[in-house]
């Protein structure tokens, strides 16, 4: 092994062991009730000061924990901590843990384009500067060569959008989308390549909605999607993709 490869290899291991250490503190602290359902945790640059560790691993460290359905990253206001109630997140898992693919590409091409439209119509100046800030993040992790950030900016950035809709009956099929695409991780982790394309095709998303336009906003979301499927080797088969032509 060469001292390249081996200094990257602990690197990785190192980053690893840091995150997985700060959920445990965080889990800890949300069991002690530091933070009850319907707080909002400190600010990252306080939090990650407090815990000794840079923003990227607190990020990473929030997506373990939104995964677990014990926090729900909000843009433009924090990071609120959910009831934690463990069963909510394994009916969650256990709806998509069978699910290929295609399935879930599916159910992007079904959601994510009509959910960019409802938040082009509503979303603030100060909503629209935070998803700006994670796509920074995608384009920092795409000039360091960093696929892991940019994969975990990539899942963060279609959270954040999730977490936009305004509909209150969304907010489970929501979840479910969420889980979906961290479903689909690996894949996109095996990937790196692509990650110029997909910060490109996400850029093309979030001028429109800055723009409020809903229409060009939820045809970049479906031409992002079928983009994502051919990525991946799959052709999605999409029954309306001719209406209106």
Do not use: C
């Not at 291991?13 to 997985?20: A, D, E, G, H, R």
């Not at 009956?169 to 390549?193: C, D, G, H, Y």
Request: aromatic letters at 4%; a negative charge; zero cysteines.
């Amino acid at each position: 092994m060469t001292f390249t490869a081996f200094f990257m290899e602990q690197t990785v291991i190192t980053s690893s062991t840091v995150v997985n250490s700060v959920v445990e503190k965080l889990r800890e602290a949300l069991a002690r009730g530091q933070w009850r359902s319907g707080d909002m945790l400190p600010g990252q640059r306080e939090l990650a000061e407090q815990l000794g560790i840079s923003r990227p691993s607190l990020r990473e460290a929030v997506i373990v924990l939104e995964t677990l359905g014990l926090v729900r990253s909000m843009p433009g206001k924090g990071v609120v901590v959910l009831d934690g109630a463990p069963s909510e997140p394994q009916r969650s898992d256990s709806a998509v843990a069978g699910a290929s693919l295609e399935d879930v590409l599916q159910l992007r091409y079904t959601l994510e384009p009509f959910i960019v439209g409802l938040v082009a119509q509503s979303i603030s100046s100060k909503e629209v500067g935070q998803l700006r800030l994670t796509l920074m993040d995608m384009r920092e992790a795409l000039e360091a060569n960093d696929s892991e950030a940019g994969l975990n900016a990539y899942i963060a950035f279609h959270e954040e959008l999730f977490t936009l809709t305004s509909n209150p009956i969304f907010q489970n099929v929501v979840q479910q989308t969420s889980n979906a695409l961290k479903q689909s991780a690996e894949m996109l982790r095996n990937s790196p390549e692509h990650l110029a394309e997909r910060l490109q095709e996400n850029e093309a998303v979030v001028r429109a909605i800055r723009n409020k336009n809903s229409a060009l906003a939820s045809a970049e979301m479906r031409k992002h999607i079928i983009q994502e499927g051919l990525r991946m080797g799959i052709t999605l088969n999409i029954p309306d993709d001719n209406l209106g032509k």
